[in-house]
């Protein structure tokens, strides 16, 4: 059979406020095929997916669907052209049933318009079987793991009868044989001539399954490659570009010997959430911390920081005893941290970004003792100069700004403070390369200007790159401690992996 | 520069569309009858007299509790029982000046409170009602709304129980004076509420405070993480609500000269809401403007004033308020505000002026 190209996307362009999301960006798919779509976080992977599916709209470009001009208008017409799109985050209603999750609005219907329930659950059997998954659909959809909701999620886009199938990070909560499974089913509807676009950060996952892949960065097309004429090594360098050597000109900092302990975490834990930490932390040092999601890495920094209450356990900073029940008490005793979630726990999106700097600097001075508008800004411009933060002027509203420069403004809100601890969660995900080694450059010099830093973060690399001490949580403890210089990433996985038989029904 | 750049922001804003609001209606009453505008002094008071002093001296009541309101507001929380400390604060008054109606069966110009406690105490009952509502909120965490509702029911009932649930009458001058008496040839509410609001602006720019509102508003765990006591601003900002509504009841109960648990601040919640909710200030929290409070609440006392001087019947007059009331915030939506400000820019690209922005 002849390719038969059954998408093509010409030239997008997508203008976000104050940056370009997409820039000119090609994007081809054949009917049968698998293609992957990589590029780091905020290179443009997700924005180009809501372009097709209607949620973006493009200001330049063109979408060729089955050779006919199209332009999406809403996630529901491009279902009912047949694009269909499972989102990493399940978007089921938890309380009806597995069955229901996957007619709701085109149930079959009786005649007299009544809904044919004996149907449904008949239907909704037979699609699932095709996944090897059996399971009583009449029992709500929160009955089931997250591995098997992810599957009706893919069970519900696949009965739309759609010709594009897109997987946003489908895999991210599957484990080893739903993967497996996934990719079967994958196999089956690839004959069927639909075509997939696939989305993973598993770069394994890519060479398992996909026939094709196009690197997206910074929001430009990269390259289009086929999978069997493209090695790994060349590919992870073709996501990250060239700003690699900057990446690779990073050099872990030194602590000085006999450098104070500035904090001590001991049996430090939450009953239920995470348990039993302890680690110590140097002055002008940096630790790393490495773990699955939801291994308790950030539960132990929210603990640290006061966000969330410790039930046992104690705290010692600068060898004396700290009591934090809230992040007042560490803000007090010179802490500052960066959440892992910007949007929910970061910025104040509708505060400028003069404001969100001075932010925690006036709520430690006292609500009577205000900045003038001028000491403001002139603490403003003095970090918009030093972390360069991309913004017209300080008066900018900190929403409008990209992933990549909010960051920088959370980061300088805290530097601001002249912090002795600094704890950063995850603080170059979702942001472009060059933010990314600029995030990196700042955090190893603040290492040498006697901060202590306690950075988490899920890219090894990172870790291994910058810290002086690893510390591996798994399964909400803490599994163990690795040098940061002698080890390889094979360590850490080795950390995680050895107890993961018992995470078998967690 | 700075204040050049906040004013091009005030002219996008919802304000810019409140006033203009307001002025159109102005305008239809000029059209109407001009002597709507005709303001006079009338030597033997020492006060100035007319439709539009009218206007601001009874829009008092709402816009001193609407000031307070755009705070809970901006906190993203609502408080219902303003409305109730009104009647509570006169209830109160009234109680303080007469005691018991058995003794001085006469209303008269006397009190057997000295004014100062007067207006202390019934201040202070609304001030701790208040602080009730913002220790439910937050400390406890009980949803704005059901935490008022328990003292927009309960505040009257207190309220009657002050009162033995009789209504009482004074004709005590210097109680008198906080509604009939005048200084600097304006109604005394005038001067209150302009004092209220020159403290609540002091208190919100001068200080740290209003920042704090406005960050707790946008993004309560980020203010948290951020080191904001968030539980202690909004306490106060339920404090400062009822603190004010106190303030107005009193206007009230010194306008009508009684106290009237079951009529005092009917609907002043509502009002209030409305008030704040015209000025820019949105449901869900954030950013907040106390001038714009204060047109909203202009607004609506302008629209209650006309539908009264251009005498629409009776039955039709709150159709007719709650018409213009759409009328100003279909003005104020986000899509004419959008069309007009497009209109706008094109209008200036096409003159080869600079992009807004």
New interface residues.
Partial sequence: MPDKRILEMKGIEIQFPGVKALDKVDFDLIAGEVHALLGENGAGKSTLIKCLTGVHHMDKGQILYDGKEITPTSPQAAIAMGISTVFQEINLCQNLTVAENIFVGRQPMKRGKRIDWKAINRRAEELLLRFNIHIDVTRPLDYYSTGIQQMVSIARAVDVRAKILILDEPTSSLDEKEVERLFDVMRDLKKTGMGIIFITHFLDQVFAISDRMTVLRNGHLVGNFLTDQISKIELVRQMIGKDMDVIFALKRPTVAEGAPETLKVENLGIAGRVENVSFSLRKGELIGFAGLLGSGRTETAEMVFGVTRADHGAIEINEKPARIRIPVDAIQHKMAFCPEDRKRDGIIGDLSVRENIALVVQSRRGALKPMSPKEQLDLADKYITMLGIATPDADKKVGELSGGNQQKVILARWMATQPEILILDEPTRGIDVGAKAEIQRLMLELCGQGVSVLFISSELDEILRCSNRVIVMRDRCKAGELPGETSRQEDILQVIAEGSSLEEDA | M?TK?DFSRIMKSKITWAVIAELMILLVCLIIRPEFFQISYQESTGMLYGSLIDILNRSSEITIIALGMTLVIALAGTDLSVGALVALSGAMALKLMRWDMSEFPTAGDYSITPMFWVILVALGICALFGSFNGLMIARFGMQPIIATLVLMVAGRGVAQIITNGRQMTTNFAAFKFISQGSVLFLPMPIIITVVIFILMSLLTR????G??V??VG??P?????????SSLIIFTAYLITGLLSGVSGLIYASRIGQNDSNNAGINYELDAILAVVIGGTSMSG??FSLTGTVIGSIIIRTIITFVYYFGVAAEATMVFRALIVVVVIVLQSEPVREFMGKRRTMRKVAMGGELHG
């Fill in positions: 700075k750049f001068k200080t740290a405070f920042m704090f406005e960050s946008i993004n765990n980020a203010s948290r993480v951020s080191g904001l006591r954030g950013k």
